[in-house]
């Protein structure tokens, strides 16, 4: 027996409704979907959470994740038509790109981009709503692109080898969305749970360091608490006696306004205050070096940052920010956590899109005018400029330059001749 032939078995589809909204049922989940019966998956995470939670109020989650969007957003794109024996050309005028920079009535391209590229980094999965014109000459084109908001979008089941049957915007419990799958473009991280009711989503980087982002909150208000309370460190007081049982109210009153206007404050920052008598002792609080707060928040920066694929040295580090460490910071955050991004986008839009604009059509990443690659550039160029075993074009094409007619050709040094001497010409 198969493995899908498990699923083609009868089953109470009753119970099976009733069993979905179990986590721990992932068997009577897994039966479910493949009925193919056109039901919302459960969603583990609960990424609603890592908006209002994470993202809104930890300043340097908030940080990291408009960074790496802002840089995803900026990167450009060109249209290239691959030809036989590997050769392609570029294609400079084409209504993709068009599309790309203005993907809809409201929204130009950073802002378009920027928010697909937050909701995945927040949520683990993206997804726009590509209405493709149905009829005519432009038939499975598309005229504009919309983003979903993804903590709120939600999959559907589909069948044994197309296990997405659909997506649901749930607006309000009782208001929604639907779309079919092949008008959403979807993209996502990997997610290596078995379970079959939830592969489908992408893992969040923020799940994964969601514990990491709640000790950072902590920290936070641990924080922000002994800055309310900076004031005296301590007050010695007067232990139980006659007199102190005798005190009215009126007097208790003064005593509780004397000692405010003594411990509250930064002017008060460090003083310990004393009454008269045998004398007792209370401390108000450890400071923030006491706590350690200062060290955890910079293993917790360290920590996030990796989990984003980003240098710590762009995000507060300032042991590591002179110019050439924060030069080379740019350079690697954005090869290890900007440019997978952009081609994770690139490689899904090829996939959905480009097949109705031509069978040889892709987009493809223009990394020549990206500031943080530069560096990286002019080192190629002088070393192509001695690689004179390549042709021009191919010199062209390394650095990201469309091929011209007019330098398919080699260069030779003036000072190279063959071994035996002669001066042939050696092209």
Request: hydrophobic share 35%; aromatic share 12%; with cysteine.
């Amino acid at each position: 027996m198969g493995l899908f032939d498990i699923f083609k078995k009868q089953v109470n589809k009753d119970e099976v409704v009733k069993e979905l909204t179990d986590p721990s049922k992932k068997v009577a989940r897994a039966i479910y979907q493949y009925l193919g019966s056109k039901v919302p998956i459960w969603k583990e995470a609960n990424t609603t959470q890592y908006v209002t939670n994470g993202y809104n109020i930890n300043q340097l989650v908030y940080a990291i994740i408009q960074w790496k969007a802002q840089k995803c957003a900026m990167i450009d794109f060109e249209v290239v038509e691959y030809l036989k024996g590997g050769k392609y050309r570029v294609v400079e005028d084409h209504p993709v790109l068009d599309l790309l920079e203005n993907p809809n009535k409201w929204q130009g391209k950073q802002e378009f981009f920027e928010q697909f590229y937050g909701f995945k980094f927040i949520d683990g999965n993206s997804y726009i709503y590509t209405p493709f014109i149905e009829n005519g000459v432009n038939k499975g084109k598309l005229n504009e692109m919309h983003v979903l908001p993804a903590p709120i979008t939600e999959i559907v089941t589909g069948s044994d080898f197309n296990p997405i049957g659909g997506y649901i915007v749930r607006h309000t419990p009782v208001i929604d969305s639907k779309f079919e799958a092949n008008e959403i473009m979807h993209s996502r991280y990997a997610n290596y749970d078995a379970d079959y009711s939830s592969y489908v989503y992408g893992v969040s980087p923020m799940q994964a360091a969601w514990r990491l982002i709640q000790k950072s909150n902590s920290n936070n208000a641990a924080a922000k608490s002994s800055f309310d309370n900076m004031g005296a460190l301590g007050v010695l007081f007067q232990k139980d006696t006659e007199l102190a049982r005798d005190i009215t109210d009126e007097q208790r009153k003064k005593a509780q306004y004397q000692l405010d206007r003594k411990v509250r404050g930064t002017d008060n920052k460090g003083r310990i205050i004393n009454t008269i008598g045998d004398y007792g002792y209370i401390n108000f609080g450890a400071n923030p070096v006491d706590l350690a707060l200062i060290e955890d928040a910079r293993m917790t920066r360290e920590e996030l940052c990796t989990v984003f694929h980003v240098d710590p040295a762009l995000f507060g580090a300032k042991e590591a920010s002179s110019f050439n460490n924060m030069k080379e910071a740019r350079k690697v955050s954005f090869i290890d956590g900007v440019l997978p991004e952009v081609q994770g986008f690139a490689d899904e839009f090829n996939r959905h899109v480009m097949p109705a604009y031509g069978k040889n059509l892709q987009i493809r990443i223009v990394k020549s005018n990206i500031p943080e690659l530069q560096a990286d550039l002019k080192e190629m160029s002088e070393w192509l400029s001695r690689a004179y075993w390549l042709k021009e074009n191919e010199k062209r094409e390394a650095m990201g330059y469309k091929a011209d007619s007019t330098m398919d050709v080699f260069h030779i040094p003036a000072n190279l001749l063959p071994q035996d001497g002669t001066t042939e010409n050696i092209q």
